[in-house]
């Protein structure tokens, strides 16, 4: 029996309720020589089997000088397909293809492509959380660790366009005094947050410190003790004096910030929509322990992109993770 990817994105066969799922990963890990990489906001059970958890920047460093034959990327479309570009000679697997990111989807190449027509004077500077096709008409790819950084790396008089992260770009405009074009895309976790839900909470623990992801709306960060990355956030309420910290980014993180800081307190901000006082990723949240388990198994869902696409895109990228170490 061939097994396929269903129409569903991923492998759907039944697996009986006596398969020990972690033990069968762990043997397959070593079996087929493969690495698993997971981003900070899948399950805590999936970010405890990885051999590395981090933010994109982190991830894409693994993906690019790992030595393993097989990349299993719990994480989302855009991460995977950024690890295959990085190397393009191994296997990457993505437990379910559905995984994307409203970010990525709010960007068509083609008419990404018309937006940047009109600005022919602009070099583009795009946030990884984008298509593998965009990162093709891309100069220089940025994550949220490292957009300052490679944003500075263009003379100042040099106009430029950020996509598709209209909050990232707006946030980075702030800080560089920068007037970059911005594409209108938004993360639809991060931009839920809400204000008065923040508000409250600050009155109601005044001796927490608020902290928050730089895809968050401008009003949010405006009211930030401190704005970063995943990693950056954690690292942050690792050095922190503080013992408790309102937190304005995917729930994913919490698992990581409460195992650095057993003592500490982390609470959640509400969105404006929820009804369960968190935020969840509806996308990475389609990665689970039985996906991973078929995915190795069957070696399917696997990316796949034209020679030519990866070849164009990493050279975007390949600048960023060149100026990320000067
Ligand atoms: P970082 O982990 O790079 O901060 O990115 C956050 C994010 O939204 C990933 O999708
Ligand atoms: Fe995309 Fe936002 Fe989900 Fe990250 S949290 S994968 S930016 S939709």
């Known amino acids: 029996m061939v097994e396929e990817v269903s129409e569903k994105g991923y492998v759907d066969m039944p697996v009986s309720p006596g398969v020990p799922l972690i033990r069968e ?16 906001y899948v399950e805590p059970e999936l970010q405890d089997i990885a051999d590395y958890v981090g933010d994109s920047l982190g991830l894409s460093q693994q993906a690019a000088s ?16 950024t690890a295959k570009i990085l190397s393009p000679g191994k296997k990457v697997l993505l437990p379910d293809l559905k995984a994307g990111c409203s970010l990525a ?18 070099k583009v500077i795009s946030y990884i959380n984008c298509s593998a096709d965009l990162k093709t008409m891309t100069d220089v790819i940025c994550t949220s660790a490292n957009a300052v950084k490679i944003v500075e790396s263009f003379p100042k008089n040099q106009p430029l366009i950020f996509a598709p992260d209209k909050n990232l770009g707006n946030y980075i405009n702030t800080l560089t005094g920068r007037n970059m074009v ?8 991060h931009e839920k947050f809400s204000v008065e839900g923040i508000v409250a909470l600050m009155e109601e623990h005044p001796d927490a410190e608020f902290i928050a992801h730089p895809e968050c709306e401008k009003p949010v960060l405006l009211l930030a003790h401190h704005i970063g990355s995943t990693t950056s956030l954690l690292h942050y309420v690792q050095k922190s004096p503080s013992r408790k910290f309102i937190v304005a980014t ?12 057993p003592g500490k307190t982390f609470i959640p901000v509400p969105s404006v929509d929820s009804t369960c006082g968190c935020s969840d990723c509806s996308f990475m949240k389609l990665n689970t ?24 895109a990493r050279i975007p990228i390949m600048r960023m993770l060149d100026l990320s170490q000067s």
């Open 66 to 81: 790992t030595q393993a034959d097989l990349i299993v990327f719990i994480g989302v479309h855009f991460m995977a397909e």
């Open 25 to 40: 990963i762990n043997r397959m890990r070593r079996e087929k020589n493969a690495v698993i990489l997971s981003h900070y």
């Open 105 to 122: 989807e709010s960007a068509p190449a083609a008419k990404f492509a018309e937006f940047k027509a009109q600005y022919p004077d602009h």
């Open 250 to 261: 995917e729930s994913g993180i919490f698992h990581q910030m409460k195992k650095a800081c």
């Open 289 to 312: 322990l039985q996906k991973v388990y078929l995915c190795m198994k069957y070696e399917k869902p696997e990316i796949i992109l034209p020679p030519d696409v990866m070849e164009k």
């Open 182 to 189: 911005l594409w209108d895309g938004a993360c639809m976790v």
